[in-house]
């Protein structure tokens, strides 16, 4: 990119991408030649899991998490470089680049340091510095720096012209002349800062007569913490009290015993105070360049850096939620009825068959201020009798719990039915959105999200990719943080997570299309509409006739699609079909027709792959066609299941401390993992009671849906805290025990996410309905039919 300081553009180019890749190689501990591979596929058009799946050989077997990595920092380095190669035109420009300049400037390793050589350079509005300079007062600033001795008035005197009044006003620009030269000192300025960095505070005040109006940022009052040991979740809302006038932060560099910021600058510009006639002014220089210019500049260049490692790890966080929640376990097909929890506006109902088809729809008001629960009661139970329903859905947000417990007198009459909680983030921007109308012609906005939040229990993966992902609310601040990373970060999850399951092309959506490799939404359409007018594809191949779906574009999405009861049982599994020949050879091998090797494990496994490597075919991709071969399709997901509830314990009040239980993991945070345990209120597992060991990261242990067995430490029932352990063998609190911290309050998620209650295949006896709701059931003609069905 500086190529036009080279007698030959194309070796200075060459020599630039082989820097980039030469550093990304010795960031992610690999190859150059592996690196150099991934990038030329990645410039060729292949996308990530393609590359990560069918490209091993070339890569080395990167997976898809180093290549993420890798295609990041080659964004970045390519930024840098574009930036580089700005910089030395405009100083070329100027006259003043030499080759000490350029050197520095083609050593500088991040943004940070390009931009700190720069400054002197950049392009800016008259300041007191260059007003100074015009008047002929450099010399004086040189003088005075070069030879302390001097006596700054006497030799100021001799720099008074028409445009200097007097000594005084050219000892005033001379010093704004050091001023900004010391404020642009690369080395200084990155030696300050990284000195800031590990030394300094952020300090967090509330504004006068705000307290009340900003409660809400109340830990922030009076707060003050190392900006090296900030966690994202604090910067980001000490930032959001900031912005909404509410806070005042303050960058406080922490002075210490060991030399200060200013002696940093005297010591660097060779500035000492032995009592010669300019010592005195020149320290007051010194003074003057931290007080007013330095730590300015420092303070902003800091609050980028909190910010930007702040939003880093929002959105790392926001992409491992997703993750989780993209690649939750399927209920599979099953006949599921959604609840869409609501009070007045009542509960929506919708029961869709085992393909996720609609069957029928309902409004229930069970709650207040109707309070017709025998009613709705009723209406569920016909519903469940009419159309076999085995799963209840029910959305996580307002009046869940109420809805929760309608559902549980359900599953009390009705053997076979589970209730699960599910998360409904995101249901309500599906209801309205174009495809939503398109998919649900005719049905009321208000019912679409009871439909969504059945099909994702049913499939989160495939109905979650409908939602913008910013829009499922797994995040923290993202309504801060760049809208771009996060799209770029949040779309490469929706990716990989889609790819790597697989995908039906013969009953996938568009929008699930649309994120298989090297499919987007036009060719998804094109897809669609070429199903709906030809029928179901009967083999891979038969996509080559889908309009505009051409070779490239078939060789990255045709191992991510799956084609059920086709021409070519291979269609079923995600080997790739440039690679049915090493098949064709393993069935000669062996001697066997497909059907009969497929699945069939002793023999696979007796095979040595080495055997079908060939000049196009290595050993990785061999290896993964035995592997899938054995298990042809497989879902990477984890199995269906739902926590098995202790009986008896129903309420907060239920819970006793050291009472061993077991129940599923709802949400993870950096502090710990809360865990529902059947009792309407999600417990905290504090990140302390996790393991023996040392956890550094509460993600290691659990994610959330992973089924848990917890003691109980303490209940605090007024607060409504309880307070778990995954180590078993902890000590509970005495029942008049203190209350723990570990009993931290779930951030505004308290009691939600709860993921299940019976399992499907429990028994239990029907207790025999009485009072109004027999009378109820009894007019629905349900009174002997729900026990038996």
């Known amino acids: 990119m500086a190529a036009q300081s080279s007698p030959d553009p194309r070796g200075k180019a060459e020599d630039v991408t082989t820097s980039i890749d030469q550093r990304i190689a010795e960031e992610l501990g690999v190859r150059e030649r592996q690196v150099q591979a991934a990038v030329e596929l990645l410039d060729g058009g292949a996308t990530v899991p393609f590359i990560a799946r069918y490209r091993k050989e070339a890569t080395g077997a990167l997976d898809d998490t180093q290549l993420r990595t890798l295609e990041e920092r080659l964004r970045y380095l390519r930024e840098l470089e574009e930036r580089r190669a700005v910089i030395l035109e405009s100083i070329r420009s100027q006259g003043k680049l030499d080759e000490a300049l350029e050197a520095q400037i083609m050593a500088a390793d991040s943004k940070a340091r390009l931009e700190d050589i720069y400054l002197p350079y950049k392009p800016k509005r008259r300041t007191k510095a260059q007003i100074a300079k015009e008047a002929g007062l450099e010399p004086l600033a040189d003088k005075l720096l070069g030879d302390p001795t001097l006596d700054p008035a006497e030799t100021a005197a001799g720099f008074v012209t028409e445009e200097v009044a007097d000594a005084a006003a050219a000892l005033e620009g001379a010093r704004a002349i050091l001023v900004e030269r010391f404020g642009e000192d690369a080395d200084l300025i990155g030696t300050l800062r990284e000195r800031m960095w590990s030394r300094g505070r952020l300090v967090s005040a509330v504004r006068e007569g705000k307290e009340e109006d900003g409660a809400k940022f109340s830990d922030y009052f009076g707060f003050d913490e190392p900006f090296a040991k900030l966690p994202s979740h604090r910067i980001l809302a000490m930032f959001r009290g900031e912005k909404e006038e509410i806070l005042t932060l303050n960058m406080d560099p922490q002075e210490d015993d060991e030399g200060g910021y200013e002696e940093r600058i005297a010591d660097h510009v060779g500035i000492a105070d032995h009592g010669r006639p300019a010592d005195r002014w020149l320290t007051e220089t010194v003074r003057w360049a931290w007080r007013t210019r330095i730590l300015v500049h420092l303070g902003i260049d800091l609050r980028m850096r909190l910010w930007q490692a702040a939003e880093e790890e929002a959105v790392r966080v926001f992409a491992a939620n997703l993750r989780d929640l993209l690649l939750a376990a399927p209920a599979g097909s099953r006949t599921t009825m959604g609840l869409d929890p609501g009070f007045r506006t009542g509960v929506k109902v919708a029961v869709v068959d085992a393909t996720g088809k609609v069957v029928e729809t309902a409004t229930i008001y069970p709650h207040q201020p109707q309070q017709r629960w025998d009613e709705a009661l009723a209406t569920l139970g016909a519903l469940v009798n009419k159309h076999g329903v085995e799963l209840i859905a029910i959305g996580n947000g ?47 906005v208000s019912l679409r999200g009871a439909v969504s939040i059945a099909r994702r229990l049913q499939d989160p993966l495939a109905e979650l990719v409908k939602i913008d992902p910013k829009s499922i609310g797994v995040g923290q601040y993202q309504h801060d943080v760049s809208e771009s990373k996060l799209s770029r970060s949040l779309d490469a999850v929706v990716e990989d997570a889609v790819n790597a399951v697989g995908v039906d092309v013969n009953t996938a959506s568009a929008p699930l299309l649309t994120r298989v490799s090297g499919i987007g939404s036009g060719l998804a359409e094109n897809i669609v509409q070429h199903r709906e007018s030809h029928g179901p594809f009967g083999s891979r191949a038969a996509l080559k006739d889908v309009p505009r779906l051409g070779p490239k574009a078939f060789e990255q999405c045709a191992g991510f699609l799956r084609i059920r009861g086709g021409d070519d049982p291979l269609d079923t599994s995600s080997v790739h079909p440039e690679a049915y020949p090493v098949v064709r050879r393993i069935l000669t091998a062996t001697g066997s027709e497909l059907p009969a090797l497929i699945g069939n494990g002793s023999v696979l496994r007796s095979l040595d792959p080495r055997s079908f490597v060939d000049d196009t075919f290595g050993l990785p991709t061999v290896t993964d066609i035995l592997k899938e071969l054995e298990k042809p399709g497989r879902d990477p ?28 993991v709802t949400n993870v945070a950096a502090f710990g993992a809360f865990v529902d345990v059947g009792v309407h209120q999600d417990g905290l597992v504090h990140v302390s009671a996790m393991s023996k060991t040392f956890v550094k990261d509460p993600r290691d242990v659990v994610k959330p849906g992973d089924i848990v067995r917890v003691k109980v430490l303490e209940v605090d029932i007024p607060r409504k805290r309880i307070s778990l352990t995954l180590r078993l063998d902890d000590e509970a609190a005495p029942a008049e025990g203190r209350r723990d911290r570990q009993s931290a309050p779930r951030n505004g998620q308290g009691g939600r996410g709860r993921r299940g209650d019976q399992p499907r295949d429990r028994r239990r006896e029907q207790p025999p309905a009485t009072g109004a709701m027999a009378e109820a059931l009894r007019r629905a003609g349900l009174d002997k039919k729900l026990g038996g069905r």
Not at 657 to 663: D, Y
């Open 398 to 444: 307002t009046a869940s719990r109420e809805t929760d417990k309608l559902a549980g007198e359900l599953v009390k009459l009705v053997q076979g039915l589970t209730k699960i909680v599910v998360s409904e983030a995101g249901a309500s921007v599906y209801s309205a959105s174009a495809y939503a109308a398109q998919e649900l012609p005719g049905m009321d």
């Open 637 to 664: 997901r984890p199995a269906f299941k739902t926590a098995t509830f202790a009986d008896g314990v129903e309420k907060l009040s239920d819970l006793k401390p050291g009472m061993l239980l077991e129940g599923v």
